[in-house]
T-cell receptor, first 117, second 116 residues
Framework: AQSVSQHNHHVILSEAASLELGCNYS??????LFWYVQYPGQHLQLLLK??????LVKGIKGFEAEFIKSKFSFNLRKPSVQWSDTAEYFC???????????????FGQGTILTVHP | GAVVSQHPSRVICKSGTSVKIECRSL??????MFWYRQFPKQSLMLMAT?????????EQGVEKDKFLINHASLTLSTLTVTSAHPEDSSFYIC????????????FGDGTRLSIL
């Protein structure tokens, strides 16, 4: 079965600092990759996704992620964080089984990002 | 955007009580709905997948007689925790997806269940 690992449980940054959150998955086949964000008191929201094509994907609010197949990684980046980016971030994968998969998400443990003004 | 409403947001009840949680897709038809459970400081763990009009598919280790899932319409799925005990206390989250295949899921706000 596939698994997802996020390296950092809690990251603390000051505003304007650059962000990179690590995500690695274990599965040898084709995967679809997601980053979700959960702001305090809110539901999970999709930040960005990778299905195929350009391995560098851009999402909402200035976030981007790069899929490196050889490293089984899908790290999330933002060049300059804001206080409003304080949230919990989840990496997730689904296995692409030729369209027959119902797209069950396997989540990482989550990374809490705290941005100080 | 796609909105998923989950109700109630918080439940506190006595051991032995059965608790029903509703998950509704407000502005789209949800062919598939998912139920997750999240323990403190841990990831969301998928409990079951339900397709409208079909029996739910449970993940390994999830008791189907304990966690009853009904997906009777394209906009509503319910999770009933039967005879709940303190170890069932957790955060339960539903998500819904339109269509089949690999599509993003839209999440509800979650239900905090506390069993005394």
């Amino acid at each position: 079965a596939q698994s997802v690992s996020q390296h950092n449980h809690h990251v603390i940054l000051s505003e304007a600092a650059s962000l990179e959150l690590g995500c690695n998955y274990s599965y040898g086949g084709t995967v679809n990759l997601f980053w979700y964000v959960q702001y305090p008191g809110q539901h999970l929201q999709l930040l960005l996704k990778y299905f195929s094509g350009d391995p560098l994907v851009k999402g909402i609010k200035g976030f981007e992620a790069e899929f490196i197949k050889s490293k089984f990684s899908f790290n999330l980046r933002k060049p300059s964080v804001q206080w409003s980016d304080t949230a919990e971030y989840f990496c997730a994968v689904t296995i692409d089984a030729g369209g027959t998969s119902y797209g069950k998400l396997t989540f990482g443990q989550g990374t809490i990002l705290t941005v100080h003004p | 955007g796609a909105v998923v409403s989950q109700h109630p947001s918080r439940v506190i009840c006595k051991s032995g009580t059965s608790v029903k949680i509703e998950c509704r897709s407000l502005d789209f038809q949800a062919t598939t709905m998912f139920w997750y459970r999240q323990f403190p400081k841990q990831s969301l763990m998928l409990m079951a997948t339900s397709n409208e009009g079909s029996k739910a598919t449970y993940e390994q280790g999830v008791e189907k007689d304990k966690f009853l899932i009904n997906h009777a319409s394209l906009t509503l799925s319910t999770l009933t925790v039967t005879s709940a005990h303190p170890e069932d206390s957790s955060f339960y989250i539903c998500s819904a997806r339109a269509g089949t295949g690999v599509q993003p899921q839209h999440f509800g706000d979650g239900t905090r269940l506390s069993i005394l």
